[in-house]
Nanobody, 127 residues
C-alpha cells in the first residue's frame, strides 16, 4: 500500500504562485510514476503533470498544455515527496488538486492509470 498526503493549497490572487507538496509513504519502491490532477466544481478530474523515475535515472516530466510554461513538477526521492510549483496562476486554475502514484513507469495522463490517490488540496485563485 502507498499513502499520499497533499499540502500547500490555499487562496491566491491571479498572477501569484503556490507550491503543492505530495508526501508518499509505504511501499513506494524505486520505480514509479507520480502525477498531479485537478478537479474543478462540476467538471471531471483532469491531468496536470506527471513525473517518472525508473530507479537509475529519471525526472522525465510531461505537462498538460493548459499549464505548460507556468507549472513545474519535481520530486525529492530522499524525502519521498513530489512538488508542483505553480506560477502565474489564473482563476481557471481553481480546483482541488490531487496527487497520484503508480508503480509502473510510463507517461500516464488518465485517472484510471493510477492505483493510489491523495485526499486532495484546494487551490483557489481570485481575479
Amino acid at each position: 500500500q502507498v499513502q499520499l498526503v497533499e499540502s500547500g493549497g490555499g487562496l491566491m490572487q491571479a498572477g501569484g504562485s503556490l507550491r503543492l507538496s505530495c508526501a508518499a509513504s509505504g511501499r513506494t519502491g524505486s520505480m514509479y510514476t507520480m502525477g498531479w490532477f485537478r478537479q474543478a466544481p462540476g467538471k471531471e478530474r483532469e491531468f496536470v503533470a506527471v513525473i517518472m523515475w525508473n530507479g537509475t535515472n529519471g525526472g522525465y516530466q510531461y505537462y498538460a498544455d493548459s499549464v505548460k510554461g507556468r507549472f513545474t513538477i519535481s520530486r525529492d526521492n530522499a524525502k519521498n515527496t513530489m512538488y508542483l510549483q505553480m506560477n502565474s496562476l489564473k482563476p481557471e486554475d481553481t480546483a482541488v488538486y490531487y496527487c497520484a502514484f503508480d508503480r509502473s513507469v510510463a507517461v500516464k495522463t488518465t485517472t484510471s492509470a493510477y492505483d493510489y490517490w491523495g485526499q486532495g488540496t484546494q487551490v483557489t485563485v481570485s481575479s
